[in-house]
């Protein structure tokens, strides 16, 4: 089964600037998905970016982009340019390439935003 | 708006009882998916029906149950509720695959007093 690892509970940092969330991540496939969503205080899940496995290039969005390590098994996440409005818990998760299976959820990063 | 509506937003009951999650998909999609977020488990896979079959199980007690109906609609049944079983409820949905992730319903907060 696969498993999805988020080692830092809680991220600090201030408006304008960068931050980077860590995820790791065990499978023994070859191709699968990786996602980051995002729940702010309202707890709405919400869709911040996603990855193929497949592609070599680092997917981005706006001011989020990922640090994709295949070989590593590590899917990081850069948030530019930092707003207040991003403070909320980040989670990666998983899912096999056939995309018939579930989502696994990593437990999340809570991420503080200060002016 | 998702597009995945989940009634109620809130619920509030007493041990023992019983009660009735409800979730409907965003238009088009087959599959639905239910999760469970407590605060220390963080978000746990419950189940998922895929056009009106249950296509896979998680880590669902035998006291919860779930369906999904013609219209594609589910609903997830908690019975015998205990203490423990406070937390989010939340549904989900994506067409025939996932591989665009799931869109998310704003989710069921359940209080079992």
């Known amino acids: 089964a696969q498993t999805v690892t988020q080692s830092q509970p809680e991220m600090s940092v201030q408006e304008a600037e960068t931050v980077t969330l860590s995820c790791t991540y065990d499978?023994?496939?070859?191709?699968?998905?990786l996602f980051w969503y995002k729940q702010p205080p309202s707890r709405q899940m919400i869709l911040v970016i996603r990855?193929?496995?497949?592609?070599?290039q680092n997917a981005t969005e706006n001011r989020f982009s990922v640090n994709f390590q295949k070989a590593a098994k590590s899917f990081s996440l850069k948030i530019s340019d930092s707003q207040l409005g991003d403070a909320a818990m980040y989670f990666c998760?998983?899912?096999?390439?056939?995309?018939?299976?579930?989502?696994?959820f990593g437990k999340g990063t809570m991420l503080l935003v200060s002016p | 708006d998702s597009g995945v509506t989940q009634t109620p937003k809130h619920l509030i009951t007493a041990t023992g009882q019983r009660v009735t999650l409800r979730c409907s998909p965003r238009?088009?999609?087959?599959?639905v998916y239910w999760y469970q977020q407590s605060l220390d488990q963080g978000l746990q896979f419950l189940i998922q029906y895929y056009n009106g079959e249950e296509r896979a199980k998680g880590n669902i007690l035998e006291r919860f149950s779930a369906q999904q109906f013609p219209d594609l609609h589910s609903e997830l049944n908690l019975s015998s509720l205990e203490l423990g079983d406070s937390a989010l409820y939340f549904c989900?949905?994506?067409?025939?695959?996932?591989?665009?992730?799931?869109?998310f319903g704003s989710g069921t907060r359940l209080t079992v007093v």
């Open positions: 238009s088009g999609d087959l599959s």
């Open positions: 989900a949905s994506s067409p025939r695959t996932a591989e665009y992730g799931y869109t």
């Open positions: 499978t023994s496939e070859s191709d699968y998905y």
């Open positions: 990855q193929e496995a497949y592609k070599q």
């Open positions: 998760a998983y899912e096999s390439w056939s995309g018939y299976s579930t989502l696994t």
